[in-house]
């Protein structure tokens, strides 16, 4: 496969969308982790959702 006189910026591109990308869903599954653990103390200290019923 030749890329031709632009083969540096294409594999350049691609690099870098693919450490972008990554980034995204390291923030995203960090994000995911620190919402549980707020949402697991809240419900530790008896705050309670509004879409659960009372009982």
Known sequence: MTLGP???F???AYIVTIVVV???IAWIL???AA???IL???E???IKRRS???E
Do not use: E, F, N, T
């Open 40 to 42: 697991g103390d809240l």
């Open 35 to 37: 919402q549980r653990r």
């Open 30 to 32: 960090r994000d995911y």
């Open 10 to 12: 294409i594999v350049a």
């Open 6 to 8: 632009h083969a540096s």
């Open 44 to 46: 530790q200290r008896g």
């Open 22 to 24: 990554i980034g995204m």
């Open 52 to 54: 659960q019923k009372i």
